[in-house]
């Protein structure tokens, strides 16, 4: 692999703005090269221009007969002052700043090369080549020096944590003990002192090992999390900050947060220390390339100085991963190295070949169970049979069921590779425990392997009434979905770890959020979760109907009338069509309350138009089935109204505040300012695809119920079908965009609520 791709690849994708234009500066290279090219092109044609006479009568000599004797020491490495001063070809000099005039002699450095052959033809395009490295270095050793102060204060807070935290250890153990007497072997700060350099430039104060006083625990308050709809209730109302009460939840609370933000602030400190190896290293390459080129001797200098800059001097990083480590073990894994580092530093996940093989064996025998489904309908000619109607009425609702969780675990494992091409930091945005998400291909063989059960089961209905032998079990063929149903709720309630576990476990936590929506602080995995619902209204109410038919139905007799013409279950639809929405208007209300986003108040009273359109056309539906027809006039009129704000409310939302387009004087106009795909026109494509699908939202509303082909459930099946790939589209660039919120802020690490606070003249001291 070339150097430009690994360089890209081995990137912080939040932070590769700040890294070094690789590309950019090897197209300068690339345009001296070519200068160079013609230049050389020139002089030969001026060589074969020459008279053919001067050509026959010059007398060529060795070149080597007319060089200068060099000596017989300077093959190994003495060179004349002279020489050296000759083949100088940049001088690289640190420029100080206004900031450095007045004493922050760090922070006001920056670097400026001057070309030394500047008279020489064509040196423009070097000088700008010197010109552009020198922004990207400064650029560079600018946020380095940044991060690192820092994290260098982000540890100052962390020791403050520590001796908190310790403090509270001891007076758990011992409610009566007091501030102990501590000698230089016994030292209680995990990552020691920070402020070597202070130390060292003439502070007279002698280095302390102490401790940490439980006089602290007077002057701190803890920070609760809500764990229960509960707490969570009382903490809108309350202050987060409470007095401790050294009890040993409170301390198992405390140290669970303070451990994750050990390993948040270590992550941090891996990306920067990787940050600068990298710019390093393509500084490095970048100059050699260039002496290739140019056939000079640049790079020593130019290295020399990048060497000695803070980005290659600079020890504080390595110096706090080495505390943090030691901290880390020592009291959190009890002394226990190797299981500290394990959970520091997990391993990188290893993509399996098993899981690739499965993927293919299983989409194989879909299709082969497609087509076995399709010969037997068409050798039965079951779509003109009988019992076509009464097939479609009770059995089909049940299966589609699967049919829509298949074709949204395709888009999403669709929205994963994607994202992956496009280095969309997924795992990082959803929160996924590192090395736990799941990639596409995991993604598809669970989607495969539930279309496997359900094609077979289909199948398996069709045979069993076909076969005279087994055709009198009808009870049975009619409990294939049932079952089917359980088998999935097993796997996914299963406690074992197997199946992907993490990931069950982080889908029912963040269902069980979503539920509890207005007593939790709202994440993204939480809102994101409830969009996917709102595209599956079909899906709950295939649920609901499944709880019917085998409830309160005459499953035997395949007979859903106790369904279809009860009120109560009438009602219970539109109850079911609500919910996903009034979940995501309550999250908007509870993000808006919290102050995280002013505009939820707005994104909230989408989700109530939209509520109330959802109402409108079931309504409406409903009372067309009863052929009411003056009540199911009415509520037309008010259903297309209200869909049609709905759908436009909803459209614009989609596309100005979920993907950030729209911008019209963005440098892409109507799109945004940075875009991650390198074609344009798939945006403007996606948004009209957004709008399109939209409008096939609509179709009850304009009565497109039936179709001379098609059963009136089979045309919600499309309809519904259609919504879930307008989402899986919308899955790509909602999360695109929030990508790019965090590459523009540089956020690479999560951060995570620190378990004590103090009071601020506390701190300061």
């Known amino acids: 692999m070339k150097f430009g791709k690994e360089f890209a690849s081995q990137m912080v994708p939040e932070w590769q703005a700040a890294y070094m234009n690789y590309n950019f500066l090897k197209t300068l290279l690339k345009e001296i090269m070519i200068f160079r090219q013609q230049q050389s092109r020139s002089q030969d044609n001026q060589v074969n221009l020459r008279p053919q006479s001067l050509k026959v009568g010059t007398l060529k000599r060795r070149g080597s007969l007319f060089r200068a004797f060099s000596g017989l020491t300077s093959r190994y490495g003495m060179k004349s002052p002279k020489k050296d001063k000759e083949d100088e070809v940049i001088l690289v000099s640190a420029m100080h700043t206004a900031d450095e005039e007045q004493g922050e002699h760090v922070h006001g450095q920056s670097y400026q090369t001057f ?39 982000e540890a100052e807070e ?68 809500a764990e229960s709809p509960l707490s969570a209730m009382k903490s809108l109302f309350n202050s987060s900050k409470s007095d401790l009460q050294f009890n040993k939840n409170e301390f198992k609370d405390a140290k669970e947060k303070l451990k994750q933000a050990f390993i948040e602030f270590h992550e941090k400190l891996r990306f920067l220390k990787n940050y ?33 800059s803070y980005l290659g001097q600079s020890d504080e990083v390595a110096k706090l991963i080495e505390r943090v480590e030691s901290a880390f073990v020592k009291h959190f894994c009890n002394g226990n190295r190797h299981q500290g580092m394990s959970t520091l530093k997990p391993n990188a996940k290893r993509r399996r070949h098993r899981v690739t093989f499965f993927v293919g064996c299983f989409f ?116 294939l979905p049932l079952g089917l149903v359980i088998v999935v709720l097993l796997i996914t309630f299963c406690p074992f770890n197997i199946f992907y576990r993490a990931n069950r476990f982080f889908l029912l936590v963040c269902l069980w959020r979503c539920i509890c929506a207005p007593f939790y602080a709202i994440t993204l995995p939480d809102f994101f979760l409830a969009d996917q619902f709102t595209s599956q209204v079909q899906l709950l109410r295939s649920l609901q109907f499944y709880v019917c038919y085998y409830g309160w139905g005459d499953f035997k007799q395949r007979n859903a009338d106790k369904c279809n013409k009860s009120d109560v279950y009438d009602i219970i639809t539109i109850v079911i069509a609500v919910i996903p929405y009034w979940i995501r208007l309550l999250q908007c209300i509870r993000r808006w309350w919290g102050g995280q986003d002013p505009t939820q108040g707005l994104n909230g009273l989408k989700y109530f138009s939209t509520i109330v359109a959802v109402v409108s056309r079931t309504i409406q539906t409903q009372l067309t089935q009863k052929k009411l027809k003056a009540a199911a006039r009415t509520f037309k009129i008010i259903a297309g109204s209200t869909s049609g704000v709905a759908t436009i409310f909803n459209t614009y939302w989609d596309i100005a505040m979920d993907w950030g387009l729209l911008c019209k004087n963005s440098d892409n106009p109507w799109l945004r300012d940075k875009l991650i795909l390198p074609n344009r026109s798939i945006y403007f494509i996606a948004m009209v695809l957004n709008v399109i699908l939209r409008l096939a939202w609509m179709q009850t509303v304009l009565d497109f119920h039936d179709a001379p082909f098609l059963h009136k459930n089979a045309l919600i099946a499309i309809v519904a079908c259609l919504e879930i790939i307008r989402r899986g589209i919308w899955n790509f660039f909602r999360l695109e965009n929030e990508h790019l919120n965090n590459v523009g802020k540089f956020r690479a690490v999560k951060s995570v609520p620190l378990p004590f606070s103090y009071q601020q003249d506390d701190k300061n001291q």
Request: hydrophobic share 45%.
């Open 158 to 225: 962390l020791n403050l944590q520590m001796d908190a935290l310790i403090a509270f250890r001891i007076k758990l153990n011992d409610p009566a003990a007091v501030t102990p007497f501590i000698n230089e072997r016994n030292t209680g700060y995990p990552l020691e002192v920070i402020h070597e350099e202070q130390q060292e430039k003439g502070l007279d104060r002698p280095r302390e090992y102490q401790m940490a006083s439980l006089d602290v625990l007077k002057h701190v308050k803890i920070n609760t999390t």
């Open 364 to 479: 194989g025998c879909s299709l082969a169970l497609v087509v076995a489904i399709i010969v037997n309908m068409h050798n039965r000619d079951l779509l003109k049979s009988n019992g076509r109607t009464q097939y479609m009425d009770t059995i089909f609702p049940l299966y589609t069921l699967f049919g829509f969780l298949v074709l949204h675990m395709l888009m999403y494992a669709a929205n994963v590779y994607y994202w992956m091409r496009y280095r969309v930091n997924y795992s990082f945005i959803f929160g996924f425990k590192p090395g736990t998400e799941m990639g596409y291909t995991e993604v598809l063989l669970l989607s495969s392997g539930l279309s496997v059960l359900t094609l077979a089961a289909v199948l398996s209905n069709l045979e069993m009434e076909l076969d005279a032998n087994t055709e009198s079990y009808s009870t049975l063929t009619e409990l």
């Open 276 to 308: 600068a190896f990298l710019n390093q290293l393509a500084f490095s390459k970048i100059m050699k390339k260039y002496d290739k080129i140019t056939s000079r001797n640049a790079s020593d200098a130019y290295l020399k100085m990048v060497e000695e």
């Open 115 to 153: 070309f030394l052959r500047a008279a020489e033809q064509g040196s423009e395009y070097e000088i700008v080549f010197f010109r552009r490295l020198d922004d990207e270095f400064n650029k560079v050793v600018s946020f380095y020096r940044a991060k690192v102060e820092e994290v260098v204060k």
